[in-house]
């Protein structure tokens, strides 16, 4: 079974700040992890993807995640926040091999501040 | 350029009419997916297919109907709108080796 979690439904920013958004999976089977970005009245938009090789992945708009397998974790980063950024971000896990049916976390609502 | 489309954008509609939300994508992906959304809020399961002739329900208890009869479209019927059919409906697929999806833009529907 997988599952997902985000911590913190909303996260505040100044522009120019670090971004860190929270997500922790648990699966049975080596798994993908994925990142998404949602603007509002739009679909979803894969920022970026960790498959199996470097743990530190390397996304769209300046976004990187790292794949830490000892703590389930895969976070979400970005040195420095742009007004655009403001957007809802979901993490997702599948299952290399198993299931391909991802599970969602709940979404992380990202605001940045002038 | 591969791409993933849904029609219409927005829809209002009156109570108890039928409605079909439609969803094709030029990228020859097996498995399709349908998501209801809330404003806001988490994504929910209501339908996926394998392929061709295949449909399945899913986590979220939806009274949609799909259909799968050619890979590139597969769209979503509510026979019987009603008010609490109002949300974000989102159509993805999905890629068969790394299984990444791939959204449209969805619809909004609002049943009055």
């Known amino acids: 079974a997988q599952s997902v979690t985000q911590l913190g439904s909303h996260v505040s920013v100044s522009e120019g700040a670090l971004v860190l958004l929270r997500c922790n999976y648990s699966?049975?089977?080596?798994?993908?992890l994925f990142w998404y970005v949602q603007y509002p009245n739009q679909g979803l938009q894969l920022l970026l993807k960790y498959t199996s090789a470097a743990t530190l992945v390397k996304g769209i708009n300046g976004f990187e995640a790292e794949f830490k397998k000892s703590e389930t974790s895969f976070h979400l980063t970005k040195p420095s926040a742009h007004m655009s950024d403001a957007a809802e971000y979901f993490c997702?896990?599948?299952?290399?091999?198993?299931?391909?049916?991802?599970?969602f976390g709940r979404g992380t609502s990202l605001i940045v501040h002038p | 350029e591969a791409d993933i489309y849904q029609t219409p954008r927005y829809l209002v509609i009156g109570t108890g009419k039928k409605i079909t939300l439609e969803c094709s994508q030029t990228?020859?992906?097996?498995?399709m997916y349908w998501y209801q959304q809330d404003p806001g809020m988490e994504l929910h399961l209501i339908h996926y297919s394998y392929g061709v002739n295949s449909t399945e329900k899913g986590d979220l208890s939806s009274e949609s109907t799909v259909s799968r009869i050619r890979t590139e479209h597969f769209p979503l019927t509510l026979e019987s709108a009603r008010p609490s059919h109002t949300s974000q409906y989102l159509c993805?697929?999905?890629?068969?080796?790394?299984?990444?999806?791939?959204f449209g833009p969805g619809t909004r529907l609002t049943v009055t």
């Open positions: 990228m020859g992906h097996d498995k």
């Open positions: 699966s049975s089977v080596p798994p993908y």
């Open positions: 993805a697929s999905q890629d068969r080796v790394f299984y990444e999806q791939y």
């Open positions: 997702a896990v599948s299952e290399s091999g198993g299931s391909y049916i991802p599970t």
